[in-house]
C-alpha cells in the first residue's frame, strides 16, 4: 500500500523552484560571485588566421601594459583535453587551425588591462591553405586539420580515421541495399544541407579557477551543464586525480548543451595553474563574440539519403550519407555523428540499411552538443526527403509515414526492437489540429499558405554506462535537501525531482529544495544532457527519497510501537490513524528520537539513491548491430500552418501543433514549457539561423547583430502542445526524455510546408527571407528544386561587391 | 572594452571648453548605443568621451507649424514616436521610429545620433530625406545649417569638424495634405538592421501632387529617387503599369553591396517590391 499522501506528486501542475529569485534578480550566477582584490582577470589573444604554423608570438608590448601580470602561451600549457577524442588544446600549439583560436592568455589585474594586453599580442604566422567544405575534405583529405589523429586517445566507441580528416566514421550495415534498390519499384535520392548554428543561450561562458599553491587543490566555479563531466576531463587532460579538483555550478542562464563537457575552464586553469600567478583566482568571462566564435556550435551537414520504395509505398531500402562538419574539434561532436548515425531510418521501418556518418574536421569553430544532438540534423534530412518520396510515388505525405511507420517490435537499423509508442496517434491529432490534409485560404490577402507535417524520434545519446546518483536529506524542520548534480538551467528538473520527492515522501512540494551542483557536496552525476535526468538521476532521486521515507517510517513505528505498514506520511504530517498519531516532521527527524525504552535512536535522515542504465550494449563498430543501442526513444510529431509573403519571401507561421509520447509528465508545467520553447527554437532555426564565414573562414555572424534568433515578434500566434503517456518499462514513474525532441523537427516540417505553398522544395537550412524570395520566384518559371550549396557560398561572396569607394 | 575618461558637461559652453582642449581621440556621446557598441568591439578607441546627456539645451522635440518639427540631439527615438504632431504630419519619421530596435534601446537611442552615425542601415536617415532635413550644427567657428542629404558624405562619414557638434535637425512641415510611410525589410519582425528601407512622402503641396522617395541601406550616402519621383509627378492614383516603372526607377537609383545580410541582388528586387508596397500604404493613408 502506497504510505504517502501529497497534492504535489509526479503529474501535477506546480509552480517552479528558483522563478521567484529569477524574477526578482536575485540569484547569483557566476559572474556575481564576488573574490575581492585578490581576483585576476583573464583574456584571450585569439588567431587572425584559419590554418597556419605559428612562426613567433611577441608578448612584450602586452607584458608593458599596467596591471597585466602573465601572458600565457599555448607551450607552455600543453594539454589535450575532449570528452571522447581528445583533440583540443586550449591555448594553439604550434598551429593555429581556425581564426579566433586562443593563442596566448593575458592576466591582469583588471579586465581592461587584460583586453589591452591581448589586443598587444602579436603572432606571426606560415600560413597553410584553410579546409571548409566536408564533403570535399572527406573525399580529399590532401589538407589535414589533425594530421596527430593517430595519436589522440578516443574512448571506443568513436572511430577516427587517421590520415584524414575523419574524426569519426559511424555506420550501419544490415541486410543488403543493393538488392533492396533493384527489387524497389520506386529509387528516390535526394540531398539536404544546413550551415552551422549556434545556441544563443543568455549568459555567456563565464568560469574563476584557483590553484592552492600548497597542496596543488584546484577549485573551479563556472557557468557549466555537469560539474562531475567537467571535473573528468580536466583530470584526464591535466593527468590530475579526481578528489584533487572541485567543480562548482551556480545556476547558469541557460546552456542547450553549450555548456556541456569542459568548455573554456582549461583554457582558464592555463592562467590559475601559472606560477607567476601564485594561487590567486584567475577570471575568464568570454564575449558574445567568443562565444559565437570558440564554444560548440550545432554542426553544419550536407547529408544524402537513397529509399528504395515498393509499389505499394513500403521502405525496402535506405543508403544514408551524412557529412557533419565538425570544425576543428571533435571531442563532443563525434558524438552527434553516432547519434544521427544509429537512427538513421528516423520513425521508419527500414529492412535493409547503410548508413555512413561522418564527422569531418575543417578549419572553423567546433561542433559539440546543441539540443538534439545529432536528431534536428537528421530528421531535418529525413522528414524532407520522405515528404519528396510521398511526392514523386504520389502518395499522400501522412499515408506514406503512417505506412512506413516503425511500429512496436519491428527493428530500428541498429536491430533494436522498438518499443511501445503512441505515434500513430499523435500523428493523427497533429494533422487533424492543422488540418494538414485541408487547403485554406491565406490569412493575409496576396501571400501564399502552405501546411507540413514532419516526425521527431531521439533516444538519450549518452555512453551505456552514464550513471547518476542522489541524496535525498531530511532536515530538522520537516523539509527536505536534494542533492542531485543535475543543473537546472531553466527546463525545470529541479521542480520534477522535488515533485518525486513529494511523491515518495508525503511532504510539499514547497518543503523540497534542490541544490545547485558542487562536486563536493553532491554525489556523482554524469551530464546534464540528452533529455536524461527524469530518467535517469530521476531513478536516483526516487530511490533516495524512498530510502528516506522507510527510514523515517520505520522509526515511527519503534516510536509509536505500531507496525510500520500502518503509518502514512500526509502532506508532511505522519499519521498512525489505528494508533490515533499525527505529528508533523521536526527535530526529532534529525536529532533522534526517544524511544519508549529511554534511548535515543535515529539521527539525521538521509536517503541515498544510485542507478546506471542496466541492459544497453554498445553497438558494434562494423556493422551498427546491438540488441539494445538505447535506453528508450522519444517519439513525436509536428504540423505547422504557414504564409509567404511573395514580394519578399517572408514567412509567417500560423499556428503550430507538437505532440511527445513523453510516457509520463512528471511535471506538466515543464513539460508544456519544454515543449513550446523547444518548438520556438526549431522554428528559429528553420527560419533564420546560420554561421556563415568568409572566404578567409572569418565568421560573419559573430554577435546578435547578425546571428539572428527569433523574437516574441516572429513566433507563431498558436503553438498547441500535448503529450501521450505510454510507459517506459524501466523509468521511475513510466516517463521518458522530452527535453530535446521539441526542437528536432518544427525545420522540416516548414520545409513540408514551403513546398505545399510554393511547389518548390528548399533543400538548404535556414528558409531565409532571402532563400524563400528565390523559391517564390522559380515557381514562377515552374523550377522544382532550390539549392545552395553552403560551402560555395563563400565562393560566391569572395566575388561579390561587397563594398563601396 | 579598454579603460576610458568622461566628462559630462552641463552646457553647450561648457561642452566646447571641453572639447577646444582635448586631443584628437574625443569622441562626443548622445544615447552611446552606436558609440559603446564600437568601443566593445575595439572599432573605435577614445580616450575621452564627452557626454552630452546633461545638456538641457540639447533635449527636446518642438513644433511650430510654419518652421516644422526640431528634434533636438538628445531626444529619443522613444520621444519622437510617441511625440502627437510626429503621428500627425511626419508618418513616415514615426513608422521608421517604431521600427527602430526595440522598446528598451529607443528609449536611449536618439534620431540625431542615428545620423550622425551615417550608418547606411540607420532607419533615421531615409524619412529625414523624405521630409528634407536640415541639420544644425554648433561649433567653435559658429554656427551652420546642413541638409541631411549633404550631412552624411559616405559609410559613417559626416561633415562635422573637430569640435563641432550636431544640435538638432529640423524637418520642415510637409505643404498641404500628406501621408507618409516607411517600410523596412530585416530578417526578422523586431530589431534588426534594414535589409532595406523605403520611405515615402504624398504631398498635395501648394501645386500639383508631389512624391518623395527614399531609401536605407542600398547607398554609401542618402538618396532620394529622382527619376522616379518624376514619374509619379501629378499622378493622383498610379495604376500598377505605373508603379512597375517606378519600381524600376527606383531599383536603377540603388547601388547596393553584399553582405551577410543579404546580397546585392536581393536588396536591388526588394527595393522594388518596397516602392509599390510603400507608394500603396502611403496612397491608402491619403
Ligand atoms: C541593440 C541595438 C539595436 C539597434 N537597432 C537599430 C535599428 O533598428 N535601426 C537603426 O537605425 N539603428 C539601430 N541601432 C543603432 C543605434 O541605436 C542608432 O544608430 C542610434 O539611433 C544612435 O543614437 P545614439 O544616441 O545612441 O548615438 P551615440 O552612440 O551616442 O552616437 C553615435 C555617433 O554619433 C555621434 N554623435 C551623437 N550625437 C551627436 C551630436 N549631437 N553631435 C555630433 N555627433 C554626435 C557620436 O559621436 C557617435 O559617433 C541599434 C543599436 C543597438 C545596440
Aim: one cysteine or more; charged letters at 25%.
Amino acid at each position: 500500500m502506497k504510505q504517502t499522501i501529497t497534492n504535489d506528486g509526479v503529474g501535477k501542475w506546480v509552480t517552479r523552484q528558483y522563478d521567484v529569485e529569477k524574477a526578482a534578480g536575485t540569484l547569483q550566477y557566476t559572474d556575481d560571485l564576488r573574490f575581492g582584490p585578490e581576483l585576476l582577470h583573464a583574456k584571450a589573444a585569439r588567431s587572425t588566421i584559419a590554418h597556419g604554423e605559428i612562426v613567433s608570438i611577441d608578448v612584450s608590448e602586452a607584458m608593458k601594459v599596467p596591471g597585466v601580470v602573465k601572458v600565457i602561451l599555448g607551450d607552455q600549457f600543453v594539454h589535450r583535453f575532449g570528452l571522447y577524442l581528445h583533440d583540443r588544446t586550449p591555448l594553439a600549439v604550434g598551429k593555429v587551425r581556425y581564426v579566433g583560436e586562443p593563442i596566448a592568455l593575458v592576466v591582469a589585474e583588471t579586465e581592461e588591462a587584460a583586453e589591452e594586453g591581448a589586443l598587444k599580442v602579436k603572432a606571426k604566422y606560415k600560413e597553410l591553405t584553410p579546409i571548409f567544405d566536408p564533403v570535399k575534405e572527406a573525399t580529399d583529405n590532401s589538407i589535414l586539420v589533425h594530421p596527430e589523429l593517430e595519436s589522440y586517445e578516443h574512448v571506443p566507441f568513436i572511430v577516427p580515421q587517421p590520415g584524414t580528416n575523419l574524426a569519426n566514421w559511424f555506420r550501419i550495415r544490415r541486410g543488403d541495399v543493393e538488392k533492396a534498390f533493384e527489387e524497389s519499384e520506386y529509387v528516390v535520392e535526394e540531398a539536404v544541407n544546413c550551415p552551422q548554428i549556434a545556441h544563443g543561450f543568455l549568459e555567456p561562458h563565464c568560469c574563476i579557477c584557483k590553484e592552492d599553491p600548497a597542496t596543488g587543490y584546484l577549485t573551479i566555479w563556472t557557468a557549466a551543464q555537469s560539474v562531475f563531466a567537467t571535473r573528468e576531463i580536466i583530470a584526464a587532460g591535466l593527468g590530475y586525480p579526481l578528489n584533487k579538483i572541485r567543480v562548482i555550478a551556480p545556476p547558469i542562464g541557460g546552456g542547450f548543451g553549450g555548456k556541456a563537457g569542459m568548455t573554456i575552464e582549461a583554457l582558464c586553469l592555463a592562467g590559475a595553474m601559472d606560477p607567476d600567478v601564485k594561487g590567486r583566482p584567475v577570471k575568464l568571462h568570454i564575449s558574445r563574440e567568443e562565444v559565437m566564435l570558440t564554444s560548440w556550435v550545432r554542426q553544419g551537414y550536407v547529408a544524402r539519403i537513397k529509399m528504395g520504395i515498393d509499389k505499394d509505398g513500403k521502405i525496402l531500402g535506405m543508403k544514408n550519407t551524412f557529412y557533419f562538419d565538425t570544425g576543428v574539434s571533435a571531442e563532443y561532436g563525434a558524438n552527434p555523428v553516432r547519434s544521427a548515425g544509429y537512427t538513421s531510418t528516423g520513425c521508419y521501418y527500414v529492412p535493409n540499411v547503410w548508413t555512413d556518418s561522418y564527422a569531418v574536421y575543417t578549419n572553423k569553430p567546433f561542433g559539440g552538443a546543441y539540443r538534439g544532438f545529432g536528431l534536428p540534423e537528421l530528421m531535418g534530412v529525413m522528414e524532407t526527403i520522405i515528404d519528396i518520396a510521398a511526392h514523386k510515388i504520389g502518395m499522400d505525405p501522412v499515408e506514406f509515414r503512417l505506412k512506413n511507420i516503425l511500429e512496436p517490435g519491428l527493428k530500428t537499423c541498429t536491430g533494436m526492437p522498438m518499443h511501445n509508442h503512441a505515434l500513430p496517434k499523435i500523428i493523427e491529432k497533429v494533422v487533424d489540429k492543422v488540418g494538414i490534409q485541408k487547403k485554406e485560404e491565406p490569412r493575409r490577402p496576396g501571400w501564399k499558405r502552405g501546411k507540413g507535417l514532419a516526425l521527431a524520434i531521439k533516444a538519450p545519446a549518452k555512453p551505456a554506462d552514464a550513471s547518476s546518483s542522489a541524496i535525498v536529506k531530511v532536515l530538522g524542520d520537516g523539509t527536505v535537501e536534494i542533492l542531485a548534480a543535475t543543473m537546472d538551467m531553466g527546463q525545470g528538473t529541479y521542480t520534477s525531482f522535488a515533485q518525486m520527492a513529494s511523491e515518495e515522501l508525503g511532504i510539499p512540494v514547497k518543503k523540497i529544495r534542490c541544490i545547485y551542483p558542487d562536486t563536493n557536496s553532491h554525489p556523482y552525476d554524469w551530464q546534464t544532457v540528452a533529455s536524461r535526468s527524469c530518467w535517469a538521476m530521476g531513478m536516483a532521486v526516487k530511490r533516495a527519497a524512498a530510502d528516506a521515507r522507510e527510514q523515517i517510517i520505520s522509526l515511527y513505528a519503534q516510536y509509536w510501537q505500531v507496525p510500520p505498514e500502518s503509518i502514512v506520511i500526509e502532506h508532511g504530517i505522519v499519521k498512525c490513524r489505528s494508533a490515533g498519531k499525527a505529528e508533523p516532521l521536526d527535530e526529532r527527524i534529525q536529532n533522534g528520537f526517544k524511544m519508549p525504552d529511554g534511548y535515543y535512536h535515529g539521527g539525521p535522515i538521509i536517503g541515498t539513491g544510485s542507478f546506471v542504465p542496466p541492459d544497453v550494449i554498445y553497438p558494434d563498430n562494423e556493422t551498427g548491430q546491438s540488441p539494445k543501442s538505447v535506453v528508450h526513444f522519444t517519439v513525436g510529431a509536428v504540423g505547422i500552418d504557414v504564409e509567404v509573403d511573395p514580394a519578399t519571401g517572408c514567412v509567417e507561421v500560423n499556428r503550430v501543433s507538437s505532440g511527445y509520447d513523453v510516457g509520463k509528465a512528471i511535471s506538466p508545467m515543464n513539460v508544456r514549457g519544454q515543449i513550446e520553447g523547444g518548438t520556438v527554437q526549431g522554428i528559429s532555426a528553420g527560419l533564420m539561423e546560420g554561421m556563415y564565414y568568409d572566404e578567409k573562414g572569418r565568421l560573419l555572424t559573430p554577435d546578435f547583430t547578425d546571428y539572428k534568433i527569433a523574437t516574441i515578434k516572429d513566433i507563431p500566434e498558436e503553438i498547441d502542445s500535448f503529450w501521450e503517456e505510454t510507459p517506459e518499462e524501466l523509468s521511475p514513474y513510466g516517463n521518458r526524455g522530452v527535453g530535446e525532441h521539441s526542437m528536432i523537427s518544427p525545420a522540416p516540417a516548414i520545409g513540408n510546408a514551403l513546398f505545399n505553398a510554393l511547389g518548390v522544395r528548399i533543400h538548404t537550412y535556414p528558409f531565409s527571407r532571402e532563400r524563400v524570395y528565390k523559391a517564390v520566384q522559380m515557381s514562377k518559371t515552374g523550377e522544382e528544386d532550390l539549392w545552395d550549396y553552403p560551402y560555395v557560398q563563400e565562393q560566391n561572396y569572395k566575388k561579390a561587391k561587397k563594398e563601396w569607394f | 572594452m579598454l579603460a576610458f575618461e568622461m566628462e559630462r558637461p552641463a552646457s553647450l559652453k561648457e561642452a566646447f571648453e571641453i572639447l577646444s582642449r582635448s586631443g584628437p581621440d574625443t569622441a562626443v556621446k548622445a544615447g552611446g548605443t552606436d558609440l559603446l557598441v564600437w568601443m566593445k568591439k575595439n572599432l573605435v578607441h577614445p580616450e575621452l568621451i564627452v557626454d552630452l546627456s546633461l545638456i538641457e539645451e540639447l533635449k527636446g522635440i518642438s513644433f511650430d507649424p510654419s518652421g516644422g518639427l526640431v528634434i533636438g540631439a538628445l531626444a529619443t527615438v522613444n520621444e519622437v514616436a510617441e511625440h502627437p504632431q510626429v503621428g500627425k504630419f511626419y508618418p513616415a519619421l514615426m513608422d521608421a521610429a517604431l521600427s527602430h530596435s526595440d522598446f528598451v534601446m529607443r528609449n536611449k537611442a536618439t534620431v540625431v545620433g542615428n545620423l550622425c552615425s551615417a550608418v547606411p542601415s540607420g532607419d533615421m536617415i531615409a524619412p529625414c530625406c523624405v521630409y528634407e532635413g536640415v541639420m544644425h550644427l554648433v561649433g567653435p567657428a559658429g554656427r551652420r545649417k546642413v541638409p541631411v542629404m549633404e550631412f552624411i558624405t559616405g559609410p559613417r562619414k559626416n561633415v562635422l569638424q573637430k569640435g563641432e557638434i550636431v544640435k538638432s535637425v529640423e524637418l520642415p512641415l510637409p505643404k498641404g495634405h500628406s501621408a507618409g510611410c516607411y517600410l523596412k525589410l530585416g530578417r526578422r519582425n523586431a530589431l534588426d538592421l534594414a535589409q532595406v528601407g523605403v520611405a515615402c512622402v504624398i504631398t498635395d503641396g501648394p501645386g500639383e501632387r508631389e512624391y518623395r522617395l527614399s531609401f536605407g541601406a542600398v547607398t554609401p550616402r542618402p538618396v532620394r529617387a529622382k527619376v522616379a519621383e518624376d514619374l509619379l509627378r501629378g499622378v493622383v492614383s498610379p495604376d500598377e503599369s505605373l508603379l512597375d516603372k517606378v519600381a524600376e526607377a527606383a531599383m536603377a537609383c540603388v547601388d547596393p553591396i553584399t553582405d551577410v545580410r543579404a546580397s546585392r541582388e536581393y536588396r536591388i528586387s526588394m527595393v522594388g517590391e518596397l516602392t509599390k508596397k510603400a507608394l500603396r500604404k502611403c496612397l491608402e493613408r491619403f
